[in-house]
């Protein structure tokens, strides 16, 4: 891409970084979901459309667009920026942990969904949300995993197959 705007485009490179400056200074943190936001409160949380008795938590602004993308979800969310990972020195206090605690005990909030991913960072950092939140008469809840929606058995792999097979559901 910048081979490409050097060559080809030097005004739309001049634009872009004017754009990438403009967003550096004026993008921060919402201060409810801890996503990028250039309010205090994003819209997202400022909306009254949305159920504020559910809290999403995942890992990246990504992931969150991603389940808006879904539309399968009509709750709040809170944006970890990360996942706990020791070895790399990623704690809890990287991932904001204190503040999600806070953010779920508002006293409005009833359920917990962990949309962390499912790799072993993602894993341990759900694991350790749901130790830190279930002690305050939270439901939580992680995200089920299993076969893509059309996909094939004979072509899963075998970790995922086994997943499904353990967290079956009665039809
Ligand atoms: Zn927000």
Redesign the pocket.
């Known amino acids: 891409m910048a081979y490409y705007l050097l060559q080809r485009d030097q005004a739309g490179a001049a634009r872009l970084a004017a754009g990438l400056s403009q967003a550096l200074a004026r993008i921060r943190h919402?201060?409810?979901?801890?996503?990028f936001?250039e309010e205090p409160?994003?819209?997202?949380?400022?909306s009254p459309r949305r159920d504020a008795s559910l809290l999403c938590v995942v890992e990246s602004p990504g992931d969150l667009l991603m389940m808006e993308q879904a539309q399968c979800y009509q709750g709040?969310?809170f944006?970890l920026m990360g996942a706990l990972s020791p070895l790399d020195g990623i704690g809890p206090r990287d991932i904001h942990l204190d503040r999600l605690v806070r953010r779920a005990s508002d006293g409005t909030v009833r359920e917990v969904i962990l949309a962390t991913n499912f790799t072993v960072e993602g894993e341990a950092t759900a694991h350790y949300i749901g130790e830190a939140l279930r002690p305050r008469g939270l439901k939580v809840t992680r995200i089920a995993r299993g076969l893509p929606v059309g996909g094939e058995l004979e072509h899963v792999d075998g970790g995922t197959l086994a997943q499904a097979v353990v967290e079956r559901r009665e039809v």
């Open positions: 919402c201060d409810r979901c801890n996503s936001a409160v994003c819209a997202l949380c400022a709040l969310y944006v």
